[in-house]
DNA sequence: AAGCTAGACAACCGCGTTCCG
DNA sequence: TCGGAACGCGGTTGTCTAGCT
């Protein structure tokens, strides 16, 4: 495809806009309104394109910009939404009154993404790295050969774990993911620990087609609001974790949780399955107390001592209500903006939202990546990790 | 002070989709 | 129904600037 007709002059001006070319188009995009950008270069004045137009007034010149920096609450929606529909700029910044998809890009691109690595988490996946380690491992993908791995050598086997990082997500992308999902962690949590062959998997256009019901796009952004509305009413923690079960950890609990080398830890994997996938429940989450066994709590020695192609009754479940060609929700059917119509619906997107929350937003979910209290949400995280690499030190190697 | 580098942001490019005659 | 134009979107590149050596 060629360049369109209207930038297909050559005596059209490119490169950064001058304050006097900018006057001009707004003068007249205030005078006439946007649209037509074919005609608006030269009704305007200006020797630029429309497209040009059209895209400087998208991005700087529209009244109801915002060019203040990001907050913290946007830019933990910003997280929640990429890890829910991927990198669907348009979607998010459409969450986000006053900010464009370039913005929000430009926003990731430059900040989050760095911000997300340094804590240890798979921008992409929205994993911690070990985990994905760990999946890779768990799901024998074919390993590089690395010449005698020892698995007692800490050294050698680091070394093999950054082989394997280095082609992961070539592998993760080529192989398991054609296209990456809307959330790669969401599905690849599921899909990586079970039985379930690639075609099972669903893909993004099948998740955004209501092929499978909790992953309607519009679901998920009501979802995300009524989470961003209900943390913007809890005035404390505690509230909000009666709302939105944030599981187990205060910031001071979750550092807490490396001294000890308890079996049972929540999993990741498990709440957000749980949260992305099982049926809904009549009532919203309860927050569970410590000393209380929590029905989403999770046992990892349980969990990878079990034939990894075996699956429980609960995990067989989820499949099914996953994969099922009719869906089974009782909420599933009619129009696409249906699902979200009640409480009870948004509640059940919401979930998908919660999963994360769950298990990345552990603290203030607030404030998750502030200055002071991103190193509880980072720390539970990375200890919950190290718990896991600590107690199956072999779960990098061969599974 | 000059050169270099990384970060931030603006703008462009290419492609897919939608609109319209 | 079809084809071209317009639009929208995501990825990429270009430019400016602050900080460092």
């Not at 509305?229 to 709302?243: F, G, V």
């Not at 200055?371 to 600590?390: C, H, K, T, Y």
Request: proline share 7%; aromatic share 8%.
């Amino acid at each position: 495809m060629g360049r369109p007709p209207c930038c297909d002059k050559s005596n059209v001006k490119k490169g950064l806009w001058s304050a006097e070319e900018d006057m001009k188009l707004l003068a007249y995009v205030s005078k006439h309104g946007p649209g037509n950008w074919t005609a608006t270069p030269k009704k305007a004045g200006l020797k630029r394109c429309g497209k040009s137009c059209r895209l400087r007034w998208t991005n700087y010149l529209r009244p109801d910009l915002r060019h203040e920096s990001f907050t913290q609450e946007e830019e933990q929606m910003i997280i929640i939404l990429h890890a829910t529909i991927g990198s669907r700029w348009a979607h998010i910044a459409a969450q986000l009154p006053g900010r464009t998809d370039n913005d929000v890009k430009n926003y990731w691109n430059t900040k989050l993404r760095k911000k997300l690595r340094e804590m240890g988490i798979d921008p992409v996946t929205h994993k911690p790295f070990s985990q994905i380690i760990a999946d890779y491992g768990s799901i024998g993908l074919p390993r590089v050969a690395t010449p005698s791995t020892s698995r007692i050598d800490p050294s050698r086997s680091q070394s093999s774990n950054i082989t394997r990082i280095s082609c992961l997500n070539r592998d993760l992308r080529n192989v398991f993911m054609p296209k990456p999902p809307p959330s790669q962690s969401l599905i690849s949590n599921f899909s990586l620990s079970t039985s379930m062959t690639t075609e099972m998997i669903p893909t993004q256009d099948s998740l955004l087609n209501n092929q499978y019901p909790t992953w309607d796009l519009f679901a998920q952004i009501q979802a995300i609001k009524l989470v961003a509305d209900a943390s913007n009413s809890c005035n404390n923690q505690e509230t909000l974790q009666s709302h939105f079960s944030i599981e187990g950890s205060s910031p001071s609990s979750s550092s807490s949780s490396s001294s000890s080398s308890s079996s049972s830890i929540s999993s990741p994997q498990h709440s957000i399955q749980t949260a992305a996938y099982l049926p809904l429940p009549s009532q919203p989450y309860q927050a569970q107390s410590e000393d209380t066994p929590s029905p989403s709590s999770f046992n990892w020695s349980e969990y990878l001592s079990e034939d990894a192609f075996q699956q429980d009754s609960s995990s067989s479940q989820m499949q099914d209500d996953m994969f099922s060609p009719i869906p089974k929700l009782d909420f599933i059917g009619g129009e696409k903006n249906q699902y979200c119509n009640g409480f009870a619906d948004v509640h059940g997107c919401a979930q998908v939202v919660q999963g994360y929350n769950n298990n990345m937003m552990v603290g203030d979910p607030t404030d998750i990546l502030g200055a002071d209290s991103g190193n509880s949400f980072v720390e539970s995280i990375l200890d919950r990790d190290s718990e896991m690499l600590w107690e199956f030190p072999d779960i990098l190697d061969d599974p």
